[in-house]
């Protein structure tokens, strides 16, 4: 994987604070600034569904980024949990 220099691997718990489905929108917003990507485009997808919905989007966007929680019922959509 060949990524551009600056973004960094983040890890966020989500059953923190940074959970927070506005907190997740507000990263989405400045990730898609540094990569040079439609915001709105990803709001309209983020926004489009539930909270699951919204990690997907998060996640297919944003793949650097880790998400960790202990709620099963979110880890159950994912067929990759390490």
């Known amino acids: 994987m060949i990524r551009r ?3 960094k691997e983040t890890v966020i ?5 940074s959970g927070n489905a506005f ?3 507000g990263l989405a917003r ?3 600034k540094d990569l040079n ?3 709105n ?11 699951k919905h919204l990690l997907k989007v998060f996640q297919k966007y944003f793949p650097f980024v880790i998400l960790e929680t202990n709620q ?3 880890l159950d959509n994912y067929k990759e949990v390490l």
Request: charged content about 25%; proline content about 0%.
């Open 23 to 25: 907190y997740l929108l």
């Open 5 to 7: 220099k600056g973004i």
């Open 30 to 32: 400045l990730y898609s």
């Open 13 to 17: 718990d989500l059953d923190g604070e």
């Open 37 to 39: 990507l439609d915001y």
């Open 41 to 51: 485009k990803v709001l309209n997808e983020m926004s489009a569904g539930d909270y």
């Open 72 to 74: 099963t019922n979110l």
